[in-house]
């Protein structure tokens, strides 16, 4: 039987960063103004080392690149998705990202970006910013150069455990104490689109207003689609999104719970609580990436888990 590849995750120090990440999952974070934790990632931007004692000295993207069996032989330069947490202790940018097509022509050839985020945490009566209210590209480009942001941002009320897809042209921000797990195509591409007029070592952090207006979709259409759950063993799964470039789902497990995923790869994150997987012990803020070929998983304890798959 194939063992889980199991990674050790690049941390990203931020200005807007914090230290939930250590209070949540006790990571090691390397400052008190940890932003990121780039869990399972191949991106040059912070690949993740392989730990697994058979592939010492690999990282993700080596991993990918010298053994793609362990990918189902999977097509494609780069490995597709990154999973992240990110802790906001300030509110984030409001940023948009490009699809794929805007991002080959006028990014070298990189992805574009869908992503989607699971709230971990946040404080009573939070909200995230998720579209935008004009009615049309003109409309935007008018809000935007009278400065009408309190009208323009739409606001959604958030919780623990709410979901949110982020297709390329949606503008999007964190607002402050909140922690998410993002799983996204392995992208960094991101245009800033306001900053509440904040200042960094005196100066205003670059916009990128013209590329945010070229690639914004107006008007807005929120993501509905109603989640699907079932039973099985142990288990609640429920399917969160189905996206061409990702599915992801949950699942609670309360007890026993065996799947054969029976997909090219499986990256798994266990986002509370605690159990073993196939005699391996694991807990929140664990992570690690099932391979092709892996066969039926078996989980005991009481967990839940944010599952993403091609
Ligand atoms: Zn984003």
């Given at each position: 039987m194939k063992s889980p590849i199991l990674l050790e995750p690049v941390f990203q120090e931020k200005l807007w960063g914090g230290t939930r990440m250590r209070e949540l999952f006790g990571y090691d974070i390397p400052s008190e103004h940890t932003g990121e934790c780039w869990a399972i990632s191949a991106?040059?931007?912070?690949?993740?080392?392989?730990?697994?004692?058979?592939?010492?000295?690999?990282?993700?993207?080596?991993?990918?690149r010298e053994h793609r069996e362990l990918f189902g032989h999977l097509e494609g330069e780069v490995f597709p998705l990154l999973i992240k947490i990110i802790d906001a202790k300030e509110n984030l940018s409001i940023q948009v990202h490009p699809d794929d097509a805007y991002a080959?022509?006028?990014?070298?050839?990189?992805?574009?970006?869908?992503?989607?985020?699971?709230v971990l945490d946040c404080p009573e009566n939070a909200a995230i910013i998720i579209g935008h209210n004009a009615e049309s590209p003109e409309q935007l480009r008018e809000m935007v150069e009278?400065?009408?942001?309190?009208?323009?941002?739409?606001?959604?009320?958030?919780?623990?455990?709410?979901?949110?897809?982020?297709?390329?042209?949606?503008l999007h921000a964190i607002k402050a104490g909140t922690v998410i797990l993002e799983t996204?195509?392995?992208?960094?591409?991101?245009?800033?689109?306001y900053d509440y007029g904040r200042l960094e070592n005196g100066q205003p952090r670059?916009?990128?207003?013209?590329?945010?207006?070229?690639?914004?979709?107006?008007?807005?259409?929120?993501?509905k689609e109603p989640p699907e759950s079932w039973q099985k063993f142990d288990a609640e799964v429920t399917v969160l999104v189905r996206r061409p470039c990702y599915t992801v789902c949950r699942v609670?497990?309360?007890?026993?719970?065996?799947?054969d995923w029976n997909r090219p790869f499986v990256n798994i994150s266990v986002t509370a609580g605690e159990g073993l997987l196939d005699g391996?012990?694991?807990?929140?803020?664990?992570?690690?990436?099932?391979?092709?070929?892996?066969g039926t998983m078996t989980l005991d304890g009481h967990l839940e888990l944010i599952c993403s798959y091609l």
């Open positions: 991106h040059p931007n912070g690949d993740c080392k392989v730990r697994n004692p058979e592939y010492a000295g690999h990282t993700l993207s080596s991993l990918w080959r022509t006028y990014e070298n050839g990189a992805l574009g970006k869908t992503e989607c985020w699971y009278h400065r009408e942001w309190t009208e323009l941002l739409r606001e959604v009320p958030i919780k623990k455990g709410s979901f949110f897809q982020i297709d390329p042209g949606c996204q195509q392995s992208s960094d591409v991101t245009y800033r689109f670059p916009l990128h207003i013209q590329q945010s207006l070229a690639v914004t979709k107006a008007p807005f259409l929120p993501w609670n497990v309360d007890g026993h719970w065996e799947n391996i012990s694991v807990c929140q803020g664990a992570h690690l990436l099932l391979p092709s070929g892996y």
